[in-house]
Nanobody, 124 residues
Framework: QVQVVESGGGLVQAGGSLRLSCVVS????????VGWFRQAPGKEREFVAT????????HYADSVKGRFTISRDNAKNTAYLQMNSLKPEDTAVFYC?????????????????WGQGTQVTVSS
């Protein structure tokens, strides 16, 4: 059984930083591509960043490019989302997702496993 668990959310002032973590268990972590999505109140879930199995390929939403960095440590079964220069509009529940397919995937429907989400709140 595959489990996805996010952590690291919290309250931060605009301009601050947070690092989200995502642990995927149940199968060798290096066999998953991972992605981060977010959902703000009253809005649809949107793509944030994705990373292939070996970190050879990454892709970011335009809204976070240059501020967020996705990475992974396969030895620790963990993916990360480093978020810098946070803005109030980044406030959302952030979700980690995983798929056994290799590559980079921007659509939520491409992912098979999801975490419960972690709240990120950026105050102005």
């Amino acid at each position: 059984q595959v489990q996805v668990v996010e952590s690291g959310g919290g309250l931060v002032q605009a301009g601050g930083s947070l690092r989200l973590s995502c642990v995927v268990s149940g199968r060798t972590f290096s066999s998953y591509a991972v992605g981060w999505f977010r959902q703000a109140p009253g809005k649809e879930r949107e793509f944030v960043a994705t990373c292939s199995r070996n970190s050879g390929s990454t892709h970011y939403a335009d809204s976070v490019k240059g501020r967020f960095t996705i990475s992974r440590d396969n030895a620790k079964n963990t993916a990360y989302l480093q978020m810098n220069s946070l803005k109030p509009e980044d406030t959302a529940v952030f979700y980690c997702a995983a798929t056994p397919k290799d590559g980079i995937y921007l659509k939520s429907s491409s992912y098979d496993y999801w975490g419960q989400g972690t709240q990120v709140t950026v105050s102005s």
